[in-house]
């Protein structure tokens, strides 16, 4: 279960907070791939697992400062700043006092305690999903890499940067104009990756199938544009309703903290994607199809 990995994960870090570590050795110790655990551990914790090593060592940090004669400097290098210049600014964005502050009596600083995750349960919540089967598919997508960092960021913006590129420089209406009127579905095409990888793909794509006019295909791979293959696999598939993005983060929430605790599934190293309708439902933003298998 993802809930109880993500907890071992927490205790792995809280036993080396001390020590050089980062997201792809916790994610190596509980046996999950580079990217889903960077994924279900922000969507679960709510921040990333670099972030939260950072706040509790900063949190370590200002104690230690406040209570033994340990210098700046020692201090800097013993959680893993390579300098007390780097320190000093990390400690004051994530305090508001500076580590010379954080010495003296009344600095006020910041307390980011362990986290310790639980499962509860609200009566009256509704999550709708059907499971359906996918044999391999075929997509032809403008396609870029990401770093896997940016999973759960609110401050980031890339992959919808991407999108609104791609329609600027009229890279979109073209692709769905191989498809017959009333199957331009787009699709989100996100890539699983492999755990030496610290990047994912992410494809904005139309499906390869009968309504599909193949006779131009070969125009488009000279002008950029890629194959994405997806395998034979079992699909979740959830409906986001929003007038934006919000709904599908809010979606994928709810598949690692209510979906996989409850049902028994868990989600595989395949691609997800979201389909964006040409014509669909009345507030559909899209659907959301996640690959998984029961555990």
């Not at 960077?38 to 697992?49: A, D, L, N, Y």
Request: charged residues 25%; hydrophobic residues 35%; negative net charge.
């Amino acid at each position: 279960m993802s809930i109880q990995l993500i907890q071992q994960a927490i205790h792995y870090i809280e036993e080396h907070i001390y020590e050089e570590i980062s997201y792809t050795e916790v994610a190596k110790r509980v046996h999950m791939s580079n990217y889903n655990f960077h994924r279900t551990f922000s969507f679960i914790v709510g921040m990333t697992t670099n972030e939260y090593i950072r706040k509790r060592r900063l949190t370590l940090a200002a104690r230690e400062l406040q209570t033994t004669n340990i210098s700046v400097m020692d201090a800097a290098y013993k959680y893993g700043y390579e300098s007390p210049e780097s320190f000093s600014k990390a400690f004051s964005r994530f305090h508001g006092s500076t580590p010379k502050q954080a010495k003296q009596k009344g600095a006020k600083l910041h307390l980011f305690n362990p986290l310790v995750i639980k499962i509860i349960l609200e009566g009256g919540s509704i999550m709708d999903y059907r499971i359906e089967h996918r044999e391999s598919q075929q997509f032809v997508a403008l396609v870029k890499s990401f770093p896997n960092e940016i999973i759960n960021d609110d401050n980031d913006h890339s992959i919808p940067d991407f999108w609104t590129e791609c329609s600027e420089k009229n890279l979109i209406e073209p692709m769905k104009l191989l498809c017959i009127k009333g199957k331009r579905d787009l699709y989100g095409l996100c890539s699983p990756v492999k755990d030496s990888e610290t990047h994912f793909n992410y494809g904005i794509g139309i499906l390869i199938d009968e309504n599909f006019d193949r006779t131009k295909l070969e125009g488009f791979i000279k002008n950029g544009y890629s194959i994405w293959k997806t395998e034979s696999t079992d699909y979740a598939v959830f409906k986001c309703f929003g007038s934006d993005g919000n709904c599908l983060g809010e979606t994928w929430s709810k598949f690692f903290k209510e979906f996989v605790p409850q049902t028994g599934y868990m989600q595989t190293d395949n691609t997800d994607y979201e389909i964006y309708f040409e014509n669909g439902e009345s507030g559909l933003f899209c659907e959301l199809w996640v690959p998984v298998k029961h555990i």
